[in-house]
């Protein structure tokens, strides 16, 4: 399996790092436009496997498509149509996003991708759709892809879904609410995680011309067709949060340029939680700038982060470096992430040096650390990789096993951080 060994710069870091465009916007804003019939033009599309799924999805139905750098222009359309095979590779979202969205048509498609994404959960989004007449049926093992969709009887009304589980599968059904005759609403049982993306998805829908009102347990979609319109997405906080946390890592200044203009995403806790942590964070124009001077210790952290879970393996290497005990709650249900988010977050860490326990929904993080140099192994996780790899700040020798997984969310990513992680070297 090939791996990375980074060499990073010495002394304080002074880095500028451009992130991507937004995926969790992205993949919303495209699903909007490919269910419209209108002509839509997006820009700040990121390179990753998630956007990528899509807009192979829209080429393959007989769409126009044409993408020039970071922007996708998808022409009018007098009818809608679906491929009949979409192979969703490693993206997540985008294959659950996708199995709804194939439930609308009367044309039978097979949801597929590789291993590790045949091995997460989708038994929950399967059954919300056949329980609303849709025709699933499954190829493989029971609540996982493969599966094949199907329309059958579908036509809206009234669900019910945990919302412990993954708001993903609530994004979905929302996405596809205002394609049906009866509309939706979506009835959420128990606490909803990760709200900040549910608010997300129906903010992206309302820019798409429907109407979608989010009460504290309930989501209702009125039916009505999709516009097409003009849409920038937004630079990602979730990958920001990575150079952002190496100035938690190692002493010094990081700039992010563009992010100060983000509004619709729950990460962008990641500036109060590096606050909280003893780190500045401030605004330079359109720029978020984070320091922090090697006189100033980083402070644990204690803190409930099921509304922005995609920060805990940053934030849980930023735990590391501070002196005394950080916990971090909320965040059972990220064990059914691309990888074991608590459990192999943990191994990996306690591997290098860290003193990390697994709790029922989260993890209790001792620190300062006392890093010893290994080959950490991703478990085909972006974030996994991407978090971990600022642990080489710490240590010479340390490297990342199967880096390539970045190209889920930041195919650049070695590159763009290089000035904080510096050059990089490649092993088979």
């Known amino acids: 399996m090939t791996s990375i060994e980074l060499h990073p710069p010495v002394g304080p870091l002074d880095a500028v790092v451009s992130v991507p465009g937004s995926k969790s916007v992205a993949n ?14 997006i820009s700040g599309i990121p390179s990753g496997d998630d956007a990528r799924v899509v807009l192979n999805v829209i080429r393959n139905s007989g769409r126009s498509i044409q993408i020039l750098n970071d922007e996708v222009v998808i022409g009018e359309t007098s009818v809608l149509k679906f491929p009949g095979i979409v192979d969703a590779v490693l993206a997540g979202t985008s294959s659950r996003f996708l199995t709804a969205v194939a439930s609308l048509f009367e044309t039978t498609t097979i949801i597929d991708g590789e291993a590790a994404l045949r091995g997460r959960p989708m038994a929950d989004l399967h059954d919300a759709l056949d329980a609303l007449g849709a025709e699933v049926t499954h190829l493989g093992e029971v609540g996982h892809l493969p599966v094949s969709v199907s329309r059958g009887s579908l036509s809206g ?47 992206v829908m309302r820019s798409f011309g429907v109407t979608v009102n989010v009460e504290d347990s309930t989501i209702s979609i009125l ?19 990575f150079p952002l946390v190496a100035a938690a890592v190692r002493e010094g200044r990081v700039v992010i340029p563009g992010l100060a203009t983000s509004s619709l995403q729950g990460d962008a ?3 109060p939680i590096l606050q909280k942590m003893g780190l500045s964070c401030d605004v330079d124009g359109a720029d978020v700038v984070v320091t922090r001077e090697v006189t100033t210790p980083v402070q644990p952290l204690v803190m409930d982060m099921s509304d922005c879970s995609d920060l805990v393996p940053a934030v849980a290497v930023a735990c590391c470096m501070a002196a005394g ?17 608590l459990g192999d977050l943990a191994n990996e860490l306690n591997r290098a ?3 990390v326990t697994v709790e029922e929904d989260g993890l209790r993080i001792v620190g300062p650390c006392a890093w010893i140099p290994v080959t950490f ?13 600022l642990l080489t700040l710490c240590t010479a020798g340390m490297k990342v096993a199967d880096p390539e997984v970045v190209t889920k969310s930041w195919p650049n990513y070695f590159s763009d951080m290089a000035p904080i992680l510096g050059d990089k070297d490649m092993d088979n």
């Open 28 to 41: 919303r804003a495209l699903v909007c436009a490919m269910l419209s019939k209108e002509s839509s033009r």
């Open 157 to 203: 009304g009234e669900i019910h879904i945990a919302g412990n589980v993954s708001s993903q599968f609530i994004s979905a059904l929302m996405l596809i609410g205002p394609m049906l005759e009866e509309g939706l609403v979506v009835h959420v049982d128990g606490p909803l995680v990760s709200r900040s993306y549910v608010e997300m998805t129906a903010h």
């Open 223 to 241: 039916h009505g067709p999709y516009g097409g319109r003009e849409y920038l997405i937004e630079p990602d906080y979730s990958s920001a949060a």
């Open 269 to 271: 806790q990641i500036l």
């Open 325 to 341: 005990e950080s916990v971090l709650s909320g965040i059972g249900f990220i064990r059914n992430k691309e990888s074991d988010r």
């Open 353 to 355: 040096g860290g003193t």
């Open 377 to 389: 192994d991703s478990h085909h996780d972006h974030r996994m990789a991407m978090a971990l790899s």
